[in-house]
């Protein structure tokens, strides 16, 4: 082993053991905002059991969690932040020829100075391979990356192997959404000696810097441009679009990587995102709107038309709106294709006649011939009531 390949495994030590802590933001958890919501996610694909529930609040025990870095993309709201290791993964993958076939290994792997016969380039990532979600392998897909073999023969001797299932899923996800036929992400499970040959790893911990770019470093500055000289500006890729900042980091770089690549993904593809449908019952009280973490539902009151608008790529499917929703007017539909996930742009789901209530001047529509809102009606019919919905629930 070399001084650069002691160096490097040095700065991977040092990079997992001062990783930094999780940190959980409760209130852009779905039960901040409704109580009898039944959402687990985190709490069931934790392998530690590191998150619990506590009156309706998420609480990570930091002493057990092991920084596998599932949870930053299994949550649908982004309540958990970290470093998940794709950016140094990315910063790996820049400097090499477009169409190269890479092997990703956990820095645990026991034989991380071999690679299989099949890979060009072999790296040794910072996390565990659970951290690596479906935006991972679409932006390696947008950085020229042709195959990704992950190196999952291991994982029957770590201690947190169940993770190894969600792996694998995330792979079929990356392979259903990216490729017509051909698996772009290929998990390996078993790997026999006459597969492997050794041949040094380039940790994710530290930037690849070819040739190239070192002969650069000593090269003296370029003098800037004579006056009247104006070097043509570089064209601004098609991906640099602005985001929600309530958007959770995994759609963001997911929808980013998916107009990188453009017609390279095949356009009759279905994306994990989902549509939304409203009945003809929708009252524009704006519960949805106001409740969804994304903003992906907007409504617009005018004068005398609503228009309730949404947008798929920007919605996480939480399942706020259609529990929320007070009528039970809102369903998810089917997924929605590449062409129209990739498009934040919000189109309307439902629109029609405007109203304001008599009573509290609140907008509404309603197809009976009333003057009160809905709620303001309800409370006319029934003056101690409680709630609209827990008075439906005992109907």
């Known amino acids: 082993m070399s001084v650069f390949d002691l160096i490097g495994a040095a700065n991977d030590v040092a990079n997992l053991v001062n990783q930094p802590v999780l940190t959980v933001n409760v ?36 002493s057990c969690c092991v920084q596998c870095g599932l949870c930053l993309h299994t949550c ?60 991972t392998y679409a932006s390696l897909r947008a950085s020229g990356v042709k195959r990704i073999i992950l190196r999952l023969d291991a994982c029957v001797q770590c201690s947190i192997a169940e993770l190894q299932a969600g792996i694998m899923r995330t792979a079929e996800e990356a392979n259903a959404l990216l490729s017509a036929g051909e698996q772009v992400v290929v998990p390996v499970t078993q790997v026999t000696e006459a597969d492997l040959w050794e041949h040094p790893a380039q940790r994710s911990a530290s930037k690849a810097v070819s040739r190239r770019e070192l002969f650069r470093m000593f090269r003296k500055p370029i003098d800037k441009p004579a006056p009247g000289v104006v070097n043509e500006p570089e064209a601004v890729p098609a ?42 019952d929708c009252t524009a009280c704006g519960v949805c709107a106001f409740a969804c973490p994304t903003h992906a539902l907007k409504i617009e009151w005018g004068d005398k038309q609503f228009a309730l608008n ?29 062409e129209q996930a990739v498009r934040l742009e919000p189109k309307a789901i439902t629109s029609g006649p405007l109203q304001r209530c008599r ?37």
């Open 27 to 62: 209130k852009r958890c779905v039960h901040a905002k409704n109580k009898a919501s039944t959402c687990q996610t985190c709490l069931d694909a934790c392998p530690v059991g590191a998150i619990s529930l506590d009156n309706h609040q998420i609480v990570l025990d930091a």
């Open 76 to 135: 649908p709201t982004g309540v958990f932040t970290g470093v998940d290791g794709v950016e140094k993964l990315l910063d790996c993958v820049k400097p090499l020829p477009r169409g190269r076939v890479i092997e990703i290994a956990c820095p645990h792997h026991p034989q991380g100075d071999t690679r299989l016969s099949d890979a060009q380039h072999k790296i040794i990532s910072t996390r565990c391979l659970a951290a690596y979600s479906l935006s």
């Open 239 to 280: 991906s640099e679009i602005t985001f929600d900042e309530h958007i959770p980091q995994e759609r963001v770089r997911l929808v980013r990587a998916l107009r990188q690549l453009g017609n390279a993904v095949h356009q009759g593809t279905y994306t994990p995102f989902r549509g939304l449908k409203a009945g003809m």
């Open 310 to 338: 949404f947008a798929s790529g920007a919605c996480t499917d939480c399942s706020l709106c259609t529990e929320l929703c007070p009528v039970k007017t809102l369903a998810f539909d089917e997924p929605v294709l590449v």
């Open 359 to 395: 009573k509290c001047n609140a907008p509404f529509t309603s197809a009976e011939l009333t003057e009160l809102c809905p709620l303001c009606e309800y409370h006319r019919r029934f003056p101690f009531g409680r709630s609209m919905k827990a008075d439906k629930q005992h109907e």
